[in-house]
């Protein structure tokens, strides 16, 4: 059953400043599919959705939609065609509530011209039960999780009635149910003969759920396929252009004296949790989202206050009143949102690597520039950064790469802990493997990690222990060689292991 | 098998709760409850404020810049600033007196013009519709920041009002002209009932219309709002139209009730009504967030604040201190308060 094609790209190039971003690429999309997009960040597969829904302007190449040539020049323009997209790393407007965002643009109105509320309240409850998300119309999105905030995203896309909607990661935040409740509204999708192209970093996904492949590698066209022609492995072969033996590089080293010895910790979103890390060793910390895994973090780290308990660094009790003591006492948080808390978009790579370390570059007044550029060029050479130069604007760099600039800055600081909450959030598989590579170095040298994941191979394969957490509690702690998926997700969802 | 330690440890919770929905409401209210308390003070310290006379007074003297305050207030939802509004009063007043001269009048700048009332109400507010498109256009179309363009028209369209008179007033305005900023309808101020018309249709405007969803949508997130479907370029520019034709508005009040056209009116105005919006609760540090009802209190606040310093005798020197202060003041609440809800 060949479905006809209704989408063609074809001959696609879009140059950034120093960066070739699309090189004469295509893609077609048949009715009723799903199409997976696939390639390392960087690739150019986000940016190619950009042109086709008229974010970008292609330098060349032609559109076909539905047989017709199409020009795109704004979003609207794409919307009106039929074509509409949930975008990865969006936020909508905090100050709105979910109907309002869900039908910006499209306000239903009254007959005498003003925004009928009502009966868009209306539409989006229909809507959203429709789709089975339990949510109120009327919620500020700024009070949603951000679970919620992507499933509102969601709905919204759907809500167009398109017929071509593109998914641009639309699992990074929420949770198994979850996507399993995305995949039957997919389904239901594919049934009315609606194309989807979905992106993701999440193998399992694309082979659950897509029909057909295709893959980008550095701005260029590598092929298409049936995706029930393929393996993991031939996939990521043609991602990263080479194969990748040993995913998480995991090496067990010898685990020293503790480092950080929490006990009865209490603050906003998590209570009475006690746990050790000790220096070698990584903690991973899992739990569904709102489990408070964050939240602990922000306690410990000085970001938030807590209000009981103790926190001990070296054996030795400390007051943590902010995030600059927690520096001190050797410790370096990477946040979960990099692009809220973590870079500075608008300076330069070398900046954002030495902005939390500048004391230490410093002679007298000055700041010695040279040897900060041998130690960032160092680091860009550990880390594998691509970038044209250190002086490269970190907002025109991929989401990896990004990524990578700042588990540098943290490097750089020298800490004896690196606590990182969804290190490889919205990252390829390339970039992937290069993290879990430096973590395992890291904690060579007799340092320790704790790290807050929700991908549960990543913490099966990095953690030397796994802390689970559920609702605020420490649910329970299991070893790495006793722990599995099931017994996690048990903790996690607030059920007792013996039952 | 629930332990009873869990269970006591909820009960901060809802003590928290409870102090969250406090939090909420005066984050939502507290500029009317800082308003009552206002009211209450000032009608304690001096029994001439309750006067009606006093009242009325206030909501007479604020009502212009009141008019600024509204448009302001759609301008900074939408994440800009209007620094112009000022300069605009004075350009739209000269132009509006110069088309409201008595015939009689010995040397008048239009010598026989005689036109009908509209010509001037309509020429102002025309006039500052157009600067506003100017500086909507600007920050539109060249994406320079909105602060440093209507910095450019506040300087130039004040150059202006002075060359289209010369430097000089317009004075001898016909009597129908000055009923508009002195006369009462039905015991009340003509400017005030300027002002009510105009808050309630802005309000409507803003908080009822797709125009107004538009301006905080683009206010809140602009990329979130251009993606979905909205020409956030089109709107931004209407934003600073209104605003202009609101401080043309503004500028006719002002000169009907002096009964002369100068160029030198409305000097400062601009920064009295940006000071109504964020005393109101409008943002600059964040778009999207500001209201009408907002506005208005916090316009009427200076506008009681000046009063009951008046009547206490408080140098004026003093009064701009206290002024400043308050002005300072709103902007930490507004600040703490969205640390809060982050």
């Given amino acids: 059953m060949e479905n006809e094609y209704v989408l063609h790209m074809e001959g696609i190039s879009k140059q950034f400043p120093g960066v070739r971003a699309l090189s004469n690429v295509q893609l077609r999309t048949r009715k009723g599919t799903v199409h997976a997009l696939m390639g390392e960040n960087g690739a150019g597969k986000s940016t190619l959705m950009k042109c086709l829904i008229g974010i970008y302007a292609p330098d060349s190449g032609t559109i076909t939609f539905k047989g017709e040539r199409l020009h795109v020049t704004n979003t609207h323009y794409a919307l009106s065609k039929g074509i509409s997209m949930i975008h990865q790393e969006l936020s909508p407007i905090p100050q709105m509530s979910v109907a309002e965002n869900i039908y910006l643009g499209r306000e239903p109105t009254t007959w005498y011209g003003l925004v009928d509320m009502r009966k868009m309240n209306r539409m989006t409850t229909e809507l959203l039960n429709r789709l089975r998300i339990k949510i109120r119309p009327t919620a500020k999105m700024s009070e949603l999780s951000i679970a919620n905030t992507q499933l509102v995203e969601i709905a919204k896309a759907v809500s167009y009635d398109s017929d071509l909607i593109i998914m641009d990661e639309p699992t990074s935040a929420i949770m198994e149910a979850e996507v399993e409740g995305l995949f039957e509204i997919i389904r239901s999708l594919k049934a009315q003969g609606r194309a989807i192209i979905y992106i993701s970093h999440k193998m399992d996904e694309i082979f659950k759920i897509t029909d057909e492949v295709t893959v980008f590698r550095d701005g260029q066209y590598i092929g298409t396929d049936a995706t029930a022609g393929l393996t993991h492995g031939m996939l990521i072969e043609k991602m990263v252009g080479r194969t990748l033996t040993d995913m998480f590089h995991k090496e067990t080293v010898d685990v020293g004296s503790v480092f950080l010895d929490v006990q009865n910790l209490s603050g906003k979103g998590f209570r009475n949790v006690s746990f050790q890390v000790r220096r070698g060793e990584i903690l991973g910390v899992a739990g569904l989202i709102g489990a408070g895994r964050t939240e602990l973090m922000e306690g410990v780290f000085g970001v938030t206050r807590p209000h009981g308990g103790t926190i001990k660094v070296n054996g030795k009790e400390i007051a943590i009143r902010s995030p600059a003591d927690a520096i001190r006492c050797g410790m370096a948080l990477l946040t979960e949102d990099r692009k809220l808390s973590g870079l500075y978009l608008n300076a330069s790579v070398r900046e954002n690597m030495f902005i939390a370390n500048i004391k230490n570059y410093l002679l007298g007044p000055f700041i010695r520039f040279r040897k900060i550029e041998k130690d960032c060029a160092t680091m860009r050479d550990l880390m594998r950064i691509k970038t044209p130069s250190l002086m490269q604007i970190v907002k025109y760099l991929s989401g990896g790469n990004q990524q990578k600039v700042l588990i540098s800055r943290w490097l750089l600081t020298e800490p004896d802990l690196l606590i990182l909450d969804e290190p490889t959030r919205g990252i390829d598989v390339g970039a992937k493997s290069e993290i879990y590579r430096l973590m395992t170095e890291f904690v060579r040298s007799g340092k320790a990690i704790i790290m807050i994941s929700s991908e549960l191979p990543e913490i099966l394969g990095m953690s030397d222990r796994i802390m689970v957490m559920h609702e605020g509690d420490k649910a329970g702690e299991l070893s790495r060689a006793d722990a599995t998926q099931e017994k996690i997700l048990h903790l996690a969802t607030g059920l007792s292991l013996t039952a | ?342």
Avoid at chain 2, 108 to 123: D, S, T
Avoid at chain 2, 234 to 240: A, E, H, Q, S, T
Avoid at chain 2, 242 to 252: I, V
Wanted: aromatic fraction near 8%; glycine fraction near 12%.
């Fill in chain 2, 1 to 342: 098998m629930k332990n009873p330690a869990v269970i006591t440890a909820t009960k901060p919770g809802n003590g928290q709760q409870a102090a969250q929905l406090l939090a909420s409401i005066f984050s939502k209210y507290g500029i009317f409850l800082i308003f009552a308390i206002m009211v209450l003070a000032a009608s304690m310290l001096s029994p001439a404020f309750l006067s009606s006379t006093n009242l009325i007074n206030i909501v007479r003297q604020m009502s212009v810049v009141g008019l600024i305050a509204l448009g302001v207030t759609g301008v900074i939802v939408s994440a800009g600033i209007d620094l112009s509004s000022g300069s605009v009063v004075g350009l739209t007043a000269v132009v509006a007196a110069s088309l409201a001269q008595d015939p009689e009048f010995s040397t008048p700048f239009y010598p026989g013009l005689h036109v009908p009332l509209i010509v001037p109400v309509l020429a102002a507010c025309a006039v500052g519709a157009l600067v506003g498109l100017i500086n909507g256009s600007l920050v539109a179309k060249t994406r320079i920041p909105p602060f440093i363009a209507t910095l450019g028209t506040f300087t130039a369209i004040r150059g202006v009002a002075l060359l289209y008179t010369g430097g000089r007033p317009i004075s001898d305005l016909t009597d129908a002209y000055n009923f508009i900023g002195q006369g009462d309808v039905f015991g009340l101020p003509v400017p005030i009932i300027i002002l009510v018309i105009m808050a309630v249709v802005t309000h409507i405007l803003y908080a009822h219309t797709k125009f107004g969803k538009y301006i905080y949508a683009i206010g809140g997130n602009e990329q979130a709002a251009r993606v979905s479907g909205i020409d956030a370029s089109k709107y931004k520019m209407l934003i600073y139209v209104y605003a202009g034709f609101l401080a043309g508005l503004a500028g006719l009040v002002v000169s009907s009730r002096i009964g002369s056209g100068q160029p030198g009116l409305g000097v400062g105005y601009e920064l009295d009504a940006i000071a109504a919006a964020v005393i109101g609760g409008s943002s600059l540090s964040a778009g999207g967030i500001g209201t009408v009802a907002g506005t208005v209190v916090g316009a009427l606040i200076i506008g009681v604040l000046n009063n009951i310093l008046d009547l206490m005798n408080v140098s004026a020197y003093w009064q701009q201190i206290i002024k400043g202060c308050i002005i300072v003041g709103a902007v930490i609440i507004d600040q703490l308060k969205h640390r809060g809800s982050k």
